[in-house]
């Protein structure tokens, strides 16, 4: 079946500090990839997708490149911010099947 | 705004008592999905609609019903409510069976 991994967390970084939440995938065919984040106290949002292999995500500072070959869509940030403390799920949707989360990582900011 | 709407935002029931969570959207999206999310489980989908009259289980469909009233509204029934439906529940749509998911905010529901 279709699968999401995800590194577990939480992950807790200085601000300005380097974020890379690795994720892995394992599916039957060819997926879109997501990542959504949860801001504390709301649902989930939309941050970035990527719907063919070596498409490139981006929103808010933040990039996933969408690895065929590694199967992978790891989320990066150059310089976090105290704004981006939230829960990451990284998932994956195929055609006519429901969209597969991972099991999310909590991201902490520190100033 | 356009989006997913939730109520009620907490609630606390004793085990044995039942309560519907209500959904509605007006992003006239055909599909809706009711998910839980619980620590270190990630969101897992209970049930969906994939278009107004019909609805399917999904990951965790025990102990929960569903209605999918018309096209704006999905609710999620607990006739019986057990400990271990303590959770987040999030309502989402999207506009096929698919791409670009919009959730609520959620419901905090804690049975004691």
């Known amino acids: 079946g279709n699968s999401v991994t995800q590194m577990e967390g939480p992950v807790t970084l200085s601000e300005e500090a380097f974020l890379t939440i690795n994720c892995t995938y394992t599916a039957t065919g060819y997926p879109s990839l997501f990542w959504y984040v949860q801001y504390p106290g709301e649902g989930l949002q939309l941050l970035l997708k990527?719907?063919?292999?070596?498409d490139k995500g981006s929103n808010k500072g933040f990039e996933a490149t969408y690895r065929k070959e590694t199967t992978s869509f790891h989320l990066e940030k150059g310089s976090v911010q105290v704004s981006d403390s939230a829960v990451y799920f990284c998932a994956l949707f195929l055609l006519n099947e429901k969209l597969t989360f991972g099991t999310g990582t909590r991201l902490t900011i520190i100033p | 705004n356009a989006g997913v709407t939730q109520t009620p935002k907490f609630q606390v029931l004793k085990t044995g008592q039942s309560m519907t969570l209500q959904c509605a959207q007006d992003?006239?999206?055909?599909?809706m999905y009711w998910y839980r999310q619980d620590p270190g489980m990630g969101l897992r989908l209970i049930y969906y609609?994939?278009?107004?009259?019909?609805?399917d289980k999904g990951e965790v469909p025990n102990g929960y019903n569903v209605s999918r009233l018309n096209k704006r509204e999905f609710s999620l029934r607990l006739e019986s409510a057990a400990p271990s439906q303590t959770s987040v529940y999030f309502c989402a749509s999207s506009a096929s069976d698919g791409y670009g998911y919009t959730f609520g905010s959620g419901t905090r529901l804690t049975v004691v």
């Open positions: 990527a719907t063919k292999a070596d």
């Open positions: 992003m006239n999206h055909n599909s």
């Open positions: 609609s994939a278009s107004e009259g019909t609805t």
